[in-house]
């Protein structure tokens, strides 16, 4: 029985490709070192941007860029946008005593409408 059994590879397991011929894209390496200290490498593809920060896949931490002599990279912030908030946006379109009273309307009809609804059935 033994010298009729099939032989040839695992289904799935092996792949029949070599690398034979093959090209690499070019890529470059970037380090980041936590706050605690531990640095972790992140491999990106030549022409993309390096991020300032990345977040470790041990720890899960926050990690700085660090430059080619070891020290972090200075993060520019000075072109953020400060995100605006809902009342920011309410106060760009009414004032506060506007406010005020829209609120004063708002609550006497809350309270108005509370007194008149029936109790029970």
């Known amino acids: 029985m033994a010298d009729r059994s099939l032989r040839g590879m695992r289904l799935g397991s092996q792949s029949l490709q070599s690398e034979e011929g093959v090209e690499f ?15 972790f490498d992140v491999v990106f593809a030549a ?4 991020p300032d920060a990345w977040q470790s896949p041990k720890t899960g931490q926050e ?7 070891g020290k972090p990279v200075e993060i520019d912030r000075g ?4 995100p605006r908030t809902h009342w ?7 004032t ?3 406010l005020e009273e829209l609120l004063q309307e708002r609550l006497d009809f809350l309270r108005a409408r ?7 059935a």
């Open 25 to 39: 894209s070019p890529r470059k390496k970037a380090v980041y070192q936590t706050a605690d200290g531990a640095t």
């Open 96 to 98: 506060r005593p506007e």
């Open 88 to 94: 920011d946006m309410l106060l760009e379109r009414r």
């Open 63 to 69: 990690g700085r860029l660090l430059s080619a002599d």
């Open 47 to 50: 022409e993309a941007e390096i």
């Open 79 to 82: 072109d953020v946008k400060v």
């Open 114 to 120: 509370k007194g008149q609804q029936k109790i029970g």
